[in-house]
Nanobody
Framework: QVQLMESGGGSVQPGGSLRLSCTVF????????VGWFRQAPGKEREAVAT??????????DYTDSLKGRFTLSKDKAENTFTLQMNSAKPEDTAMYYC????????????????????WGQGTQVTVSS
C-alpha cells in the first residue's frame, strides 16, 4: 500500500527558510514521480515542484513563478524527498502536499495535481511576521 507522509511545516517570517520532507512508503517501482503541491484557502491546488526518480538524474521541474526560491531533492534515503523554501513570502502560506505518480515518465513529471494518484495528508506552512 502506497503511503506518503509530510513533515517540517510550521511558521516562518517573511524572508526566512523552511524545509519540508516527504517520505514515501510501499513503492517498489524504481521509476516514478514525486510532486510537491500547495493549496491556499479559496484557491486551487497548484504545483510547486516535481522530481523524477528514474534514469539516474533525478530530474526536477518547477512552476515557473516559483523557480529560484524552491529546491526539490532526493535524500540518500531514497524514499525521502526534501523541498527547501527560501526567501519566504506571505503568499507562500498554504497547505503543502506531496504526491506520487507511478506511471514512469521518461522525462519531465507532470506539474498538474490530477496526474497524481497517491497523496499525503499535508503540512501547513504559514509565512507571517
Amino acid at each position: 500500500q502506497v503511503q506518503l507522509m509530510e513533515s517540517g511545516g510550521g511558521s516562518v517570517q517573511p524572508g526566512g527558510s523552511l524545509r519540508l520532507s516527504c517520505t514515501v512508503f510501499g513503492v517498489t517501482y524504481r521509476w516514478y514521480c514525486v510532486g510537491w503541491f500547495r493549496q491556499a484557502p479559496g484557491k486551487e491546488r497548484e504545483a510547486v515542484a516535481t522530481i523524477n526518480t528514474g534514469g539516474g538524474s533525478s530530474r526536477t521541474d518547477y512552476t515557473d513563478s516559483l523557480k529560484g526560491r524552491f529546491t526539490l531533492s532526493k535524500d540518500k534515503a531514497e524514499n525521502t524527498f526534501t523541498l527547501q523554501m527560501n526567501s519566504a513570502k506571505p503568499e507562500d502560506t498554504a497547505m503543502y502536499y506531496c504526491a506520487a505518480d507511478l506511471t514512469g515518465y521518461p522525462g519531465a513529471c507532470p506539474l498538474i495535481p490530477r496526474a497524481y494518484d497517491y497523496w499525503g495528508q499535508g503540512t501547513q506552512v504559514t509565512v507571517s511576521s
